[in-house]
């Protein structure tokens, strides 16, 4: 079967949208001359929008309601990396001729005519990995690509970030981005010890800037209402769109958060993208640690199952501010180091 025109559908957040960018990169390699459409939230858009290879955006939504036609998009092929139902079976009613996902969903069953059979909890592969099972039936063989490989190929193309000034932002020293939160999808480091990070980078050498929704701002100053109070710190929770908050990341030379969509990004743009996380399955890093070249990720090496039945995280709380403070100065001492060996 000759593959002409090829629909990705991932319809969840961010972070995973980030982490099925390569695959598309893999495809536009692997298949000469295809055009590659990526189905999306409204507000993923802004992700999907900054790779080069993506051909178009389709809103789920205008799908879902019919204002767009699967059957128009004259697709010869669906890769469903994230399951959806609705889009399922549009898909079939289009008479797409490949529609592929995984056999774990029992719609699958009535509505793709290759099903995938492999489990994402189970497996010891990262996120970014699994979804390449799905590329199978288009394929000659399974390819699995390497982590080193896949954080090289997010095809983020830095010309169409936008260009954001940020008055806060200094050329003098070096700007780091706080995200604290997760909207409740991960594990959360405490924010006392995002407070204590932030007295432990010198003002003279740092600029610190928390980011989050204009909801998360207002949790961050009833549970630790010093933290604004730092110099070197500045509260730009609730301003941002999406794509102005991938230019301002983009902007920063580094960011600090949990297993967030944001930490994602920060990895994908190249940035040092520092990821804290607890040492539980699936939640893990293994699955779920941050891609870049610049990625770093702390988890404490131990079986963890207590906090399975408990909303705090012992695990991810042991992780201390001196920890990842140590990080940051080492990423920045070994830059400037690298930067003299190359400027001699």
């Given amino acids: ?13 961010i972070g995973d949208v980030v982490l099925t960018l390569p695959i598309v990169y893999f495809l536009k390699q692997t ?17 999907i929008a900054i790779s080069r290879y993506v051909d178009q955006f389709l809103d ?15 697709a010869d092929t669906i890769v469903f990396v ?21 056999s774990h969903r029992w719609f699958h069953w009535i509505y793709c005519n290759k099903r995938i059979n492999f489990s994402r909890k189970n497996s010891s592969l990262h996120e970014s990995q699994l979804n390449f099972k799905l590329l199978t039936p288009l394929l000659s063989k399974e390819k699995i690509p390497e982590i080193y490989d896949i954080k090289k190929n997010y095809g983020i193309d830095k010309v169409r970030i936008k260009s954001l000034d940020i008055p806060f932002f200094s050329k003098e020293k070096i700007n780091i981005v706080f995200h604290p939160k997760s909207k409740g999808s991960a594990r959360e480091w405490p924010l006392n010890h ?25 949790k961050i100053k009833a549970e630790e209402k010093s933290f604004f109070d730092l110099p070197h710190l500045r509260d730009y929770t609730g ?62 090496n131990k079986e963890c199952s207590d906090c399975r039945k408990n909303i705090r995280c012992a695990c991810i709380e042991a992780i201390t501010p001196l920890n990842v403070y140590k990080k940051i100065q080492n990423h920045f001492q070994q830059s400037a180091s690298s930067e003299k060996k190359h400027l001699s």
């Fill in 1 to 13: 079967m000759k593959f002409n025109r090829i629909i990705i559908s991932r319809t969840d957040n």
């Fill in 31 to 47: 298949i000469p001359g295809v055009e590659i459409l990526f189905i999306g939230k409204a507000y993923t858009k802004p992700v």
């Fill in 60 to 74: 789920r939504e205008e799908i879902i309601n019919e204002k767009i036609s699967l059957k128009s998009l004259q």
């Fill in 82 to 102: 994230f399951p959806d139902r609705g889009l399922a079976k549009l898909a079939s009613k289009a008479r797409i001729k490949l529609r592929i996902g995984t």
């Fill in 194 to 218: 995002y407070y204590e990070l932030a007295k432990l980078l010198p003002e003279k050498k740092f600029s610190i800037c928390i980011t989050g929704t204009k909801e998360e701002g207002e």
């Fill in 239 to 300: 301003k941002f769109s999406l794509d102005e908050l991938i230019s301002f990341i983009n902007k920063a030379d580094g960011l600090v958060a949990c297993s967030t969509g944001p930490l994602h990004i920060a990895a994908a743009l190249g940035k040092l993208a520092i990821g804290i996380f607890p040492p539980m399955k699936p939640i893990h890093p293994g699955r779920w640690k941050p891609l870049g070249e610049k990625a770093i990720c702390l988890v404490k």
